[in-house]
């Protein structure tokens, strides 16, 4: 049986932590798409308020099988 699968960015935000932020993206995109197969951090990014970090930002590219 062959499949075809497809991919899509999206990004996850947390005031915590890249993990967190991880868990977020999974959680998000497995709650939208269905038979999500996989997720590979692109880029990672942290945003800076008064010195300190901020936001932990994840760009994420997401692989889901289609029906």
Do not use: C
């Amino acid at each position: 049986m062959s499949s075809v699968a497809k991919v899509i960015e999206l990004s996850a935000d947390s005031e915590k932590s890249f993990e967190d932020a991880l868990q977020a993206g999974i959680k998000r995109a497995s709650e939208t798409l269905r038979h999500v197969r996989s997720v590979w951090i692109k880029d990672k990014e942290v945003l800076i308020e008064n010195g300190a970090p901020k936001t932990y930002r994840l760009h994420l590219k997401v692989t889901f099988q289609l029906d």
